[in-house]
């Protein structure tokens, strides 16, 4: 919540509803990352504007060890062959 009766990072819709109710012009953003949630409230909406980001989660320590630390906000691709010859992409995320 950038703009509101209260600004800063929320864990609940319902914090957000009282923070924005009669509040003219709100501006908040739905992360489903509270670490990228502090990392854009820290930022400023400017960066945020467009996307939705309510798809990443903070990973716990035992998959970090497993996995390294991702890069955030990143994009893949899935290629493969159709069967013609033809490549065939499609977005991940």
């Known amino acids: 919540m ?5 600004t800063g990072v929320f ?3 319902t914090e957000t ?5 009669g509040f003219p ?4 953003k739905t992360f489903g990352s509270k ?10 909406p400017e960066n945020y504007r467009d ?3 309510n798809k990443t989660i903070d990973l716990d320590a035992k998959l970090l060890r497993k996995i390294g630390k991702p ?6 691709v ?4 159709n069967g013609k010859g033809d490549m065939e992409y499609q977005e991940c995320g």
């Open 2 to 6: 950038w703009n509101g009766h209260k």
């Open 11 to 13: 864990e609940s819709w």
């Open 17 to 21: 509803q009282k923070s924005i109710t």
């Open 25 to 28: 012009k709100p501006l908040y």
């Open 35 to 44: 670490t990228l949630a502090e990392k854009a409230f820290a930022e400023g």
């Open 51 to 53: 996307g939705r980001f």
């Open 71 to 76: 890069i955030e906000l990143s994009l893949c």
């Open 78 to 81: 899935d290629a493969a062959c």
